[in-house]
């Protein structure tokens, strides 16, 4: 199995630009997240899902945007980048009970 | 304010020594996460921790999880250079949403 697969890998984005990061996961887990990580520290949660049709803030939305309308996928939407935004983005998939969340590789994003 | 503290923050080891991760919450949890990330690389899980007094083991890390003094660790036994890493715990305030709040990380680099 894939497991979670997060593309494309690394980008560069000029401020007030958009761009979708995608997330797609091959195991049909329900629940589905996505998080950044700012050099030396934690993982915060953006936004996460219970299940196609269904989405809820995480921690820092401000600036993002998430659809679910499968159980695979889950893309994240930057509507206009700011320098903020400059981070790693993870992706991450559970199953039912109290699993682990598996996550993708990473998306490393720069924006100028 | 939700918070989770690890310390150290850096811990610098010989090979063959002994040594403990602590990882301090704010808030009611009976479930925590260790992942472990290597550099420039997604996370790993390590271990799952669902209950007060729960003590997992693999190879030579050990966590524990105290719930009524919030505080979970995860100790290091006859350290090797392969366990370099950074280490992070989670706390699961999300219920059966699962969502996690981050530690900001322990670097552990282990010297030969």
């Known amino acids: 199995n894939a497991g979670v697969t997060q593309t494309p890998k690394f980008r560069i984005l000029k401020i007030g630009q958009s761009m979708t990061l995608q997330c797609t996961q091959d195991m049909n887990h329900n629940y589905m997240y996505w998080y950044r990580q700012d050099p030396g520290m934690g993982l915060k949660l953006i936004y996460y899902s219970v299940g196609a049709g269904i989405t809820d803030k995480g921690e820092v939305p401000n600036g993002y945007n998430v659809s679910r309308s499968t159980t695979e996928d889950f893309p994240l939407r930057l509507e206009l980048a700011a320098p903020s935004q400059t981070s790693v983005y993870f992706c991450?998939?559970?199953?039912?009970?109290?699993?682990?969340?598996?996550f993708g590789d990473g998306t490393r994003l720069s924006i100028l | 304010e939700l918070k989770v503290e690890q310390n150290p923050l850096f811990l610098s080891m010989q090979e063959g020594k002994n040594y403990t991760i602590y990882c301090n919450y704010s808030t009611t949890s009976d479930r925590l996460y260790w992942y472990r990330q290597d550099p420039g690389k997604s996370l790993e899980s390590l271990f799952v921790?669902?209950?007060?007094?729960a003590v997992k083991q693999e190879g030579r890390l050990m966590a524990s999880l105290d719930t009524k003094a919030r505080l979970s660790t995860l100790h290091i036994t006859a350290a090797v250079h392969d366990l370099s890493a950074t280490y992070f715990c989670a706390v699961d305030i999300g219920g059966a949403t699962n969502k996690l709040i981050f530690g900001t990380g322990t670097l552990l680099a282990v010297q030969p």
């Open positions: 921790l669902l209950s007060n007094g």
């Open positions: 991450a998939s559970r199953t039912w009970g109290l699993q682990p969340q598996h």
